[in-house]
């Protein structure tokens, strides 16, 4: 415990005297202390992580706050493991991602500072083990994020992001709040552990309290239709900070549900199709209206939305499991879900740092504007183009093995003998699988919009040469393990396997007995053999192509002899057909200028698709929320005399309050 | 061992033969002699030994993709059951991984199609992702159904459903048919989905996300849908053909199956026109409501003593 205290201690101070550093050297400065940091942190975690260790120590702090408890169990340093690593990643990536915004006038000043905050909180989040103290470094995290998100703060639109995520934040921890009281009122006690008897008491009660933490942290986690702040908050931050918010911050949220989740004891069924039914629309409609984007960030800010439903999806199975009382489907489900958090964590950063090292080279959004790049950035395209077929859930990579565990718990739970959860884990089956076509129609479509064919504006033609190789590397690691994970599972599931045991509250389980684990050595010689299998064939062709004439020649057009980069499919196009099938579930906004007169000169066309939660639920809930407070308008009037006057009647209140409670 | 080989043999050479088989039919319903069963093999060679021209737009991903692809097929091919109802390579939950490497062969081709630049082979890519949205899902409700009706999580299953179930067995198995036949049209890019002689760019699919690909990486890719066609013919064969019959009977009641599909083919590709392009989601719509209907059979076949 001692080292991950240091460890955090490293991060904080590595942070805090960044602040009068040059600007130059600051991201250095921090990545070293974040380095060192992470490396105690890791210890901790890895150890107690393969030992199975629960590791606790009291801090006494002044009133009301009290005794808190830091506990480190396997769940715990499962996150641990997660938010070190991938941010010290994040950092390193910083280094290179800075770069053009230095001596700009920028607030880089504090930037790190916020973002090593950042990393303490969320260190100290899934430690905290008692309420009042947990929601202190809640909410630290949500403002340290509040700041790197408004980091180009020049933009009108990063500021209105910015507001947007700070207000969603607070509505999150809002229905924490009430939840918590509720449970601590109960117990009289703000120890999570008290918490335990109160779930056990009554049915109704837990459920009605897990709902309300489920929404608060759902929230945070981005579920559907919680979801709307996560497709605006993150094309604003910078690549780095999304990369982090998204692969690492929003899991806190699930590291909330599953804290929950691990003080009942069991689920009741309800609740349990709740989750599932919740997570199943979120990877869904996370998944199309990710097709419909046109800004490569905000597309991968819903592929977040899609695969925090895909780890719901691994929890709702394994909360099934619980309920139903059978041990094999709720581990699988359980194994799936938390080794989804991993990969989610690793291929999303990956893509938000590609999408960043695009942005900096050709400083547009829009894919439609993009093109060509591999030819330019070819060590990019591979690395983008990995974990496109990472996050599609495709072999032999680490999306695969997570999407495997929860299609083989939702096979298994037909041998629980009931038809509705036989009905219900068919179509969970068929969403999981319509999730992963619709993810291969998004990211063929990303990929080769962005970096294949032609350069579709001057921008993209313009880009001269790579990223730099700081930027490369952090990449490329994450690459490597998307890799690791997909080809060697039986690993990977050691390092789920204990974290999975806290939820099945039995840590002395025999994992290797319950659940097939010769399937995933089987799978991990069957990927090697197919990469064996692709590199002979390409061997093959490549050598009957030796001595043969090879001439290069302009793309078949069809005898037209004029064709040229415009004339290329596009992303809206490419998705056309699918989204006009899939029409109810959008609102379409044209913006079309015909071609007039007999030689046209102009003509426009632009296509907007709203999500339709937000027009629908998130929308109207604004409204209504205006129209009460616009009739508190008059307290903000703008004369001065007029706000001395609330400052004394409070104080008046306050001192009689305090003479009254003497 | 033996059996082993066998397989491997039937995946390796059987495309050329169905493929011959459909082009045969063809001929004759044309009234023409047509060309020998063989001659797709030929071609293949043909194609082998000739040089390539390669469009100064592509990049490695065009250079990669088709070897990528016939990796994919042949991979999902030892998954699958063929004359003994024994996969090369079996275990629970094979199917997901045959599915999901197909579709890291699709991911690659759609990719190295956009790699042209072309509006054509967009076009096609395009079409392509959009109709493989709706096979999945179905496919995945069927052998899901399968799974939970035989108790069997391997492909094995398929074969299982008339030795487990009773009556209720024969229409499932009927109308499993008929969702893998759809799907066979769909994936292998038959009429009335998709028409491979076809010579009209704006109405193709899937050959049109191949115009830029000659020599022999054009070969790979050609006999990479030829074999995904008879992977999906042998799960065809294999759900008709029960578990419990003897090798000898099954082996040579699943070469006839082969063979009756391939001439079926041949004569809906000589007697049907092609779907209009907007009909073609609602083609893909069949196998979905086809595959509720066997999972409604399921749970009553499982459930009826309730």
Known sequence: MEYYYLGIFLIFIGGLLSIPLAEKYKAKFVSVFSGLGTFFVLITALNILLKNLTISKSVYLPEPIGKVDFIIDPLSAFFILVISLMTFIGTLYAIGYIKPYLNRNKV??????????????MLLVVTVQNVLAFLIVWEIMSLSSFFLVIFDNEKKEVISAGINYLITM??????????????????????????????????????????????????????????????????????????????????????????????????????????????????????????????LKRLLAYHSVENIGIIGIGIGIGMLGLAYHNTLIALLGFLGGILHILNHSIFKELLFFGAGAVYNKTHIKN??????????????????????????????????????????????????????????????????????????????????????????????RSVKEEVSPIMLFSMGILALFAFLIGIFPQYAINLVKNPALVLLQNQQLPVETIIPLNIFKIISVACIGFIILFIFIYALRSFMLKDKNIYSYK?????????????????????????????????KEFNIKKPKEIFPKEAHFELHSHDIFEYYFIHPAIKINKRFLERFYWIQSGSTQQYILYGLIFLVIALAGAIGVK | MIEIILNILFLFIFPFLFIGLINKTKAFWAGRKGASVFQPFYDFVKLLKKGQVISTTTSQIFAIFPSLVLA???????????????????????????????????????????DT???????????????????????FIMISSIIALSGNYSFESLSLILPKSGELGYLIVIL?????????????????????????????????????????????????????????????ANIIIPANLTILYSALAFIGIISALAIIIGTIESTFARLRLTHIFEFAFIMSSISLIILSLTVISIYKGD
Request: aromatic share 14%; with cysteine.
């Open chain 1, 555 to 587: 793309t078949w057009d069809c005898g037209y002899q004029a064709g040229n980069n415009r004339m290329q499919y596009t992303a809206s196009s490419y998705a056309s057909p699918f989204l006009s099938f899939l029409k109810p579930f959008f609102i």
């Open chain 2, 176 to 236: 499993g048919v008929i969702v893998l036949f759809i799907m066979m049209l769909i994936e292998g890019c038959r009429v009335p989905v998709d028409d491979p002689n076809t010579h009209l760019e704006l109405t193709m699919i899937h050959e049109v996300m191949i115009l830029d690909n000659s020599g022999p990486d054009l070969a790979l890719i050609l006999y990479s849908s030829w074999m995904k066609l008879i992977i999906l013919a042998s799960l065809i």
């Open chain 1, 108 to 121: 880089v000043s504090s930037h790190f500072f916020f973002l090593n905050t950042l990393i303490v909180s």
């Open chain 1, 367 to 460: 894919i439609e504007k993009m093109g060509g790049l591999i030819k330019t950035m070819p060590y990019t395209a591979l690395l983008f183009l990995i974990g496109s077929i990472a996050i599609t859930g495709l072999p032999p990579l680490n999306g695969f093995i997570s999407e495997f565990l929860i299609y083989l718990g939702m096979l298994h739970s037909f041998e629980i003998n009931s038809p509705i959860i036989l009905i219900v884990s068919v179509f969970a089956i068929a969403s999981l699988a319509l999730v992963g076509t619709m993810a291969l129609l998004c990211f063929t479509k990303a990929f080769s919009i962005v970096f294949l064919g032609l350069p579709r504006s001057e921008k993209a």
């Open chain 2, 117 to 139: 630049g072309s509006s054509f082979e967009g076009m096609g890519a395009s079409r392509e992702a959009s109709f493989s949205t709706l096979v999945e899902p179905a496919f």
């Open chain 1, 170 to 295: 607070h509505i999150s921890i809002l229905f924490l709040i009430i939840g918590f009281i509720i449970l601590a009122i109960k117990s009289g006690n703000l120890d999570f552990s008290s918490f335990r008897e109160i779930f056990a008491s009554s049915n109704f009660i837990s459920n009605a309290i897990f709902i309300l933490l489920f929404i608060g942290f759902g929230i945070k986690a981005g579920f559907v239709p919680f979801h709307t702040w996560l497709p605006k908050a993150h094309p604003a931050a910078p690549s780095h900070v999304s990369g982090i918010m998204s692969g690492v911050m929003i899991k806190t949220g699930i590291y909330g549900i599953l804290r929950i989740l691990s003080l009942m004891s069991i689920p009741s069924i309800e609740i349990s199709y709740f989750v599932l039914f919740i997570s199943i629309i979120s990877a869904i409609f996370g998944v199309l209206y990710a097709i419909a984007q046109h800004d």
């Open chain 2, 72 to 114: 994919s097929v042949i991979f999902a091919g030892l998954l699958v059951p063929t004359f003994n109802h024994r996969a090369i390579l079996s275990f629970e939950g094979s199917f997901i991984l045959f599915a999901y490497i197909l579709a890291l062969g699709k991911f690659l081709s759609l990719a190295g199609a956009m």
